[in-house]
């Protein structure tokens, strides 16, 4: 038997790195044959539910996103490695359970594997509208997409036809879900008070904001009441909610849409999506390896303790884990837990667990159990001053939902630093309605003006 034993962990989100930290404070005898690694393909851990923030020019993306080094540098045990996992080997490799093999041909041994990759866009069958509909995963997609949003207004400075002025000053906003709204609202404030007095040719609260979203509500996820309320404060911020609406097409400067029987083209050079989501491609490569099966979103259908069916070892959480072995009150029957923070931080922390039993030659009664997710609550902002809260029989929106939606995304910012820059940054847009991250990075736009 091997001296070590080595958890491999691949992924340095939510997910990922609660896992890694569960380690960090293990007993002596508890963790004196654990060896973890933990190995991303970026260099910082990012949190994604302010991304949104950066994509709008309220916050830079150093506010939201810190180094796994630095945050990891204080644990011992954990070593952090910068490289992209190509190919998972379910076999043994130097005494070890198996391997994983980065892009740079490196091999990397494994008794315990934790996948926690993370997603991607999901247009649905149509690939091509990426190009002119991005979407809010990383951190060049949001500095891209605030790029865009702020060249719209830029470019029609400079037109001299209404119709092309309109053109730009159009935003279509595909998917009503939290990224959607949360989108909507703050671009619905870029162009009603930030910009307000900072052009000469055009007005920007001529802008048009739409967002359009194939349920008949906005947030449809969320109970009834506070969907009303989001829409509510949308409408008031100036959005035009178009519900039970399919984009067909987004073509150079326009956006197809079905409503009923009718066809309804909004002529726009700025689509964004928010739409859905696809599993990370480690999920193909798993199938490869362990016959497992995926959905239709491309996740892995898990065991009760988060674990690929037929290998013990390899575990899935986070965004690629379909878990579905839970009923919650209201549910007839267990539905895939949403891919949401919480999901990724508790899938990591009962996974490190159930690791740390089984390197020490035995199972504690509570790594027995089944993974049990604990809803703590799911909130969505809409603008200055207003956001919903969904906290089981709680239930907040306005200001005292704002309230409590800056005190937890500031409790779960990792880093102290970037939680003070944070708060600071926010109380300052708070008083002056301003953005101060407004800066159009990369190459100008190739649309001819």
């Known amino acids: 038997m091997p001296e070590s034993y080595e958890v491999l962990i691949v992924g340095g989100g939510f997910g990922g790195l609660y896992c890694a930290r569960q380690f960090c404070h293990l007993p002596a005898e508890a963790g004196r044959r654990l060896r973890v690694t933990l190995v991303d393909k970026r260099n910082f851990h990012l949190f994604q539910p302010l991304l949104y923030q950066v994509a709008t020019g309220a ?10 080094r630095s945050i990891l540098s204080r644990c011992r045990k954990v070593r952090t490695l910068l490289g992209e996992v190509t190919e998972l080997r379910l076999r043994e490799f130097n005494g070890h359970r198996g391997s994983v093999l980065l892009a740079d041909g490196e091999e990397l041994a494994w008794d315990a594997l934790v996948l926690s990759p993370g997603v991607t866009h999901q247009y649905f069958g149509h690939p091509e509208w990426e190009a002119l509909a991005p979407g809010l995963k990383t951190v060049e997609d949001a500095t891209a997409m605030r790029h865009r949003i702020l060249y719209a207004f830029e ?12 053109q730009w000053l159009n935003f279509v906003i595909v998917g009503a879900g939290p990224t959607g709204v949360e989108l909507a609202g703050a671009i619905a404030e870029i162009a009603h008070d930030t910009l307000r007095h900072d052009f000469r040719h055009i007005n920007p609260e001529d802008a048009r904001i739409i967002l359009i979203e194939g349920q008949d509500r906005v947030l449809p996820t969320y109970p009834a009441p506070l969907s009303a309320k989001a829409a509510q404060t949308l409408r008031r911020l100036g959005v035009e909610l178009q519900c039970s609406s399919m984009v067909t097409a987004v073509e150079e400067g326009q956006v197809r849409a079905a409503q009923g029987d009718q066809e ?47 290998f013990p070892s390899v575990y899935v959480i986070g965004d690629l884990a379909n878990y579905s072995h839970q009923i919650f009150k209201g549910q007839t029957e267990a539905k895939p837990l949403p891919g949401v923070a919480q999901v990724a931080m508790q899938m990591g922390k009962y996974v490190a667990g159930r690791i740390v039993a089984t390197a020490a030659g035995g199972e504690s009664p509570d790594a027995q159990m089944p993974f049990r997710y604990l809803h703590l609550g799911s909130m969505a902002t809409i603008g200055r001053g207003a956001a919903i809260c969904d906290m089981g029989p709680v239930r907040l929106w306005g200001l005292l939902g704002w309230l409590v939606w800056l005190f937890i995304h500031l409790l779960y910012i990792v880093q102290f630093e970037n939680r003070l820059l944070v708060l600071l940054q926010w109380a300052w847009n708070y008083l002056t309605r301003g953005r101060s991250a407004r800066l159009i990075t990369g190459e100008a736009e190739a649309q001819e003006l």
Do not use: F, M, Y
């Open 59 to 68: 916050l830079s993306p150093a506010n939201i996103a810190a180094p796994l």
């Open 155 to 166: 470019a029609a400075e400079r037109e001299q036809d209404p119709a092309r002025v309109r």
């Open 264 to 310: 309804v083209l909004i002529p726009t050079h700025n689509v964004l999506w928010a739409a859905g989501v696809q599993a990370s491609p480690l999920g193909q490569t798993l199938k490869a390896a362990s016959g497992c099966t995926l959905d239709r979103a491309g996740r892995v259908l898990v065991e009760p303790d988060c674990s690929v069916p037929g």
